[in-house]
T-cell receptor
């Protein structure tokens, strides 16, 4: 069974540009979550999608947005990039049932550098 | 507010020895889950162990075990017989029952010395 796939693996952008990151979940998983990882801050929750609907949202500005398609693949968009947006962006998928034995499966992330 | 705190940015352990990573959390909920994730250089987070708050028995997975102190809101990870492959960042996390948002700590980098 293929794991969670994130593309691209690395990305370099300049301030003011926008970027789109992609995440393909494990087959059969309907929930996709996005996290921002920075040194010293750990992982910060961005948002979670289930069956094309955003169910949860973290405390990030509106420049961060996402969507999920009918095949459960998800994209995350960041507009008007700032230097502070440089981070590893991790995507995770799960069945999305919220059950006690629910497990998150992570991708290898997209390392975004904003110059 | 739901918070997770890891006060040890970095730890070292000799191969074959035992090490304990600390984690404290805060929540007003009674039903929640706690996790330890490992992030090796490949960057892919891997679930190490999980604990349901309603279970008094500490979870164990082979060489990994937790010391769950609910009243103290403490959730430490013990790694026995440490191996070179255990070297990684370890993150403690929590999730409230019925939600899909995980709260992570800032991580502890574990070095294993040969």
């Amino acid at each position: 069974k293929a794991g969670v796939t994130q593309t691209p693996r690395y990305l370099i952008k300049t301030r003011g540009q926008q970027v789109t990151l992609s995440c393909s979940p494990i087959s059969g998983h309907r929930s996709v979550s996005w996290y921002q990882q920075t040194p010293g801050q750990g992982l910060q929750f961005l948002f979670e999608y289930f069956s094309e609907t955003q169910r949860n949202k973290g405390n990030f500005p509106g420049r961060f947005s996402g969507r999920q398609f009918s095949n459960s693949r998800s994209e995350m968009n960041v507009s008007t990039l700032e230097l502070g947006d440089s981070a590893l962006y991790l995507c995770a998928s799960s069945l999305g049932s919220g059950a006690s034995n629910e497990k998150l499966f992570f991708g290898s992330g997209t390392q975004l550098s904003v110059l | 507010a739901q918070t997770v705190t890891q006060s040890q940015p970095e730890m070292s352990v000799q191969e074959a020895e035992t090490v304990t990573l600390s984690c404290t959390y805060d929540t007003s909920e009674s039903d929640y889950y706690l996790f330890w994730y490992k992030q090796p250089p490949s960057r892919q987070m891997i679930l190490v162990i999980r604990q349901e708050a309603y279970k008094q028995q500490n979870a164990t997975e082979n060489r990994f075990s937790v010391n769950f102190q609910k009243a103290a809101k403490s959730f430490s990870l013990k790694i026995s017989d440490s191996q070179l492959g255990d070297a990684a960042m370890y993150f403690c996390a929590s999730r409230h029952s019925g939600t899909y948002k995980y709260i992570f700590g800032t991580g502890t980098r574990l070095k294993v010395l040969a």
